[in-house]
């Protein structure tokens, strides 16, 4: 929004943002996504230009407009594999990369070259999932270039076994981002709306920030802890 005022920290970065959900083809006219659409990491683009980066947004399937305007380039994908070799091919000579996308875990083994048909008689034939590969763990495995941030998403929601905080922390240990934002969704919240509550933990799982408001000051207050990690 105010561009001039926004402190400049990220002059000299480039950053890759990932934003929306990717869709997994089960034919050609089907697929398997999810809710996101793709508002979170347009604001994370929107804040880390205005506080000077470089911004590589890699664009899963937006359901709103403005990626142009929000990014200094702009890689459309469809499919996990292709947001994968997107990311990794910006993430290369990136400072930071935020995967703020929402991955789908699974996607058919063997999508059909033709549009199923329906089976006079027989009830639909089971469709079987293969593993996606888990980019942000990959990105950490590995480290593109030296010394580059990355940053995590976690959407969950509280269950029997924990809080939404629990999971976050859970997760933050497994995957080892440098830094992951946890947002609560369901009912209402999360996905599809102009507000956001995010925890951002470090790779330990300690908690560095707090934000609730809109998905912008949740993007602010992301790059407020990514400033402060790079120093
Ligand atoms: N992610 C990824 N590749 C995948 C799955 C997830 O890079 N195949 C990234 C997401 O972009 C997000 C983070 O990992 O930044 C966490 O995604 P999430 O779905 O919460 O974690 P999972 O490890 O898939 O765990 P689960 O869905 O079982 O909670
Ligand atoms: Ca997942």
Not at 17 to 30: K, M, N
Not at 31 to 43: D, F, K, V, Y
Not at 135 to 143: D, P
């Amino acid at each position: 929004a105010n561009a001039a005022r926004a402190p400049q920290d990220l002059a000299g970065c480039h950053v890759v943002v990932s934003a929306g959900g990717t869709r997994e083809p089960i034919d050609p006219v089907r697929w398997i996504g999810n809710r996101s659409t793709g508002r979170q990491g347009l604001a994370l683009a929107e804040a880390a230009r205005a506080r000077g980066a470089r911004v590589t947004l890699v664009a899963a399937n937006l359901e709103i407009a403005g990626a142009q305007a929000a990014a200094d380039d702009v890689v459309s994908v469809e499919s996990t594999a292709q947001l994968r070799d997107a990311v990794r091919a910006a993430g290369a000579s990136a400072d930071v990369v935020v995967m703020a996308a929402a991955v789908a875990d699974f996607r058919p083994a063997a999508p059909s070259e033709a549009k199923i048909k329906k089976a006079p008689g027989r009830g639909p034939a089971p469709i079987e999932l293969v593993e996606n590969p888990d980019i942000l763990a990959g990105l950490v495995r590995e480290r593109l270039r030296e010394g580059q941030v990355v940053v995590g998403f976690a959407a969950e929601t509280g269950d029997a076994s924990g809080s939404v905080l629990d999971h976050g922390r859970a997760k933050a240990l497994r995957k080892g981002a440098d830094l992951l934002a946890v947002n609560a969704v369901g009912a209402g919240r999360g996905f599809g709306t102009p507000d956001n509550e995010v925890w951002v933990l470090d790779a330990a799982g300690e908690q560095v920030a707090y934000a609730t408001g809109s998905k912008r000051q949740v993007a602010d207050a992301l790059w407020d802890a990514v400033a402060k990690l790079r120093g």
